[in-house]
Nanobody, 114 residues
Framework: QVQLVESGGGLVQAGGSLRLSCAAS????????MGWFRQAPGKEHEFVAT????????YYADSVKGRFTISRDNVKNTMYLQMNTLKAEDTAVYSC???????WGQGTQVTVSS
């Protein structure tokens, strides 16, 4: 069973940046697409971004396009989410997942103070 572990969350002021990481166990990381979701208090789970297995294609929610960048390092078995120009409405628990495999991480809290 693959385990996904997020890190890099924290408290940041509006306009600041954070970089999230999602480390995967196992030897098949390079064979499946990965994504980031987030859930703010009292709100639905929201798609943030996804990246194909090779890293060649990425897709973003309109709310983060131009501010967030998803990437992956298949040698290190790690996916990243670079978040710039953060806004208060980006406050949420961010989770990584492998959509085709049903793998989910435990989530990391991102809090943006205005």
């Amino acid at each position: 069973q693959v385990q996904l572990v997020e890190s890099g969350g924290g408290l940041v002021q509006a306009g600041g940046s954070l970089r999230l990481s999602c480390a995967a166990s196992g030897r098949t990381f390079s064979t499946y697409a990965m994504g980031w979701f987030r859930q703010a208090p009292g709100k639905e789970h929201e798609f943030v971004a996804t990246i194909t297995a090779s890293g060649g294609h990425t897709y973003y929610a309109d709310s983060v396009k131009g501010r967030f960048t998803i990437s992956r390092d298949n040698v290190k078995n790690t996916m990243y989410l670079q978040m710039n120009t953060l806004k208060a409405e980006d406050t949420a628990v961010y989770s990584c997942n492998a959509p085709s495999r049903g793998y989910w991480g435990q989530g990391t809290q991102v809090t943006v103070s205005s």
